[in-house]
T-cell receptor, first 115, second 114 residues
């Protein structure tokens, strides 16, 4: 699976949009971009994923550049409860072969939302 | 909303003792995983399980570790002879199908080896 690079930490004011960048310059054509977050020591929580089109769900939006070498997770109106470590992970789309869907976590971005 | 359930939430055990961590994955899921997170470190993959057998495991998952799906609902991780360095949060996860579907994680079991 391709490696990702994220900033170590970011701050955001409550109510503002949080834009979390991720670089994945070695991503392959069959790899998706996944975002998970971990609040304190809880289990990682799925946020969103995409292949090449921008995606939106009730939690966030995912913007993937045309060359797919980077992406941005957008939390449109951050709240204090969004304070967490955010992980950007790239993973092959199809389980099997050498990867049965395992997720390889990096250090992630510590997002702190302040009042 | 369906969720992955792990028990116990916290387990304290003496070094050298066997411990079994239990997980109930989401009912229609087919892929099961164990991850661990040592305090202050990254979440690390341990093992994936599909069709009643291990499909992939990491270097961490040595002979001291085993997994089992003893019935249609539970998925267990056994550590035969615990070491101090096994102290960590252990997360179970499950996933529905092949493809790009997401994995759902449990809230974890905090294992403390003393």
């Amino acid at each position: 699976d391709a490696k990702t690079t994220q900033p170590t930490s970011m701050d955001c004011a409550e109510g503002r949009a949080a834009n979390l960048p991720c670089n994945h310059s070695t991503i392959s054509g069959n790899e998706y971009v996944y975002w998970y977050r971990q609040i304190h020591s809880q289990g990682p929580q799925y946020i969103i994923h995409g292949l090449k089109n921008n995606e939106t769900n009730e939690m966030a939006s995912l913007i993937i550049t045309e060359d797919r070498k980077s992406s941005t997770l957008i939390l449109p109106h951050a709240t204090l409860r969004d304070t967490a470590v955010y992980y950007c992970i790239v993973r092959v789309a199809i389980a099997g072969g050498t990867s049965y869907g395992k997720l390889t976590f990096g250090q992630g971005t510590i997002l702190t939302v302040h009042p | 909303e369906p969720e992955v359930t792990q028990t116990p939430s916290h387990q304290v055990t003496q070094m050298g003792q066997e411990v079994i961590l239990r997980c109930v994955p989401i009912s229609n899921h087919l892929y099961f995983y164990w991850y661990r997170q040592i305090l202050g470190q990254k979440v690390e993959f341990l093992v994936s399980f599909y069709n009643n057998e291990i499909s992939e495991k990491s270097e961490i998952f040595d002979d001291q570790f085993s997994v089992e799906r003893p019935d249609g609902s539970n998925f267990t991780l056994k550590i035969r002879s615990t070491k101090l360095e096994d102290s960590a949060m252990y997360f179970c996860a499950s996933r529905a199908l092949q493809g790009s579907t997401e994995a759902f994680f449990g809230q974890g079991t905090r294992l403390t080896v003393v």
